[in-house]
């Protein structure tokens, strides 16, 4: 391939990831934002209904917030990954390793506490 070729595409598909990186933020900040509202919704409707479902009140709105952030920091996590693969420096590398790490253990606490409370209820 020659490289009058080469460039041109380079410079494509560096413009498509990074718009794909903003687009996959987009989505996680939607879905983070709908999360929150539906969570906060959902809490005034149980305060006012006085509604027991859960064993523990509160804890199906917290749960459904907690696997929507879940969902939301891989979404982020995604789009992260997107904009470091094009050209990276061992600063964004390193940054990133640092926020991966960080949204991982996040996840990682968030699933534990889904777990446990799918196993009081069941």
Same mark, same amino acid.
């Given at each position: 391939? $020659?490289?009058?070729?080469?460039?041109?595409? $380079?410079?494509?598909?560096?413009?498509?990831?990074?718009?794909?990186?903003?687009?996959?933020?987009? %989505?996680?900040?939607?879905?983070?934002?709908?999360?929150?509202?539906?969570?906060?919704?959902?809490?005034?409707?149980?305060?006012?209904?006085? !509604?027991?479902?859960?064993?523990?009140?509160?804890?199906?709105?917290?749960?459904?917030?907690?696997?929507?952030?879940?969902?939301?920091?891989?979404?982020?996590?995604?789009?992260?990954?997107?904009?470091?693969?094009?050209?990276?420096?061992?600063?964004? %590398?390193?940054?990133?390793?640092?926020?991966?790490?960080?949204?991982?253990?996040? !996840?990682?606490? %968030?699933?534990?506490?889904?777990?446990?409370?799918?196993?009081?209820?069941?």
């Amino acid at each position: 391939m $020659s490289m009058a070729f080469v460039e041109p595409l $380079s410079a494509w598909l560096q413009h498509a990831t990074v718009t794909m990186a903003l687009f996959t933020d987009a %989505i996680a900040v939607a879905v983070i934002a709908a999360a929150v509202l539906g969570a906060l919704w959902r809490t005034v409707e149980r305060t006012w209904k006085r !509604n027991a479902e859960a064993d523990r009140p509160g804890e199906g709105p917290r749960l459904r917030l907690a696997r929507s952030l879940a969902l939301g920091l891989e979404f982020l996590l995604a789009a992260d990954v997107m904009r470091t693969a094009v050209a990276p420096t061992w600063t964004e %590398i390193g940054q990133l390793a640092a926020v991966a790490t960080l949204r991982t253990a996040l !996840n990682f606490f %968030i699933q534990r506490e889904i777990d446990a409370a799918e196993r009081r209820k069941g």
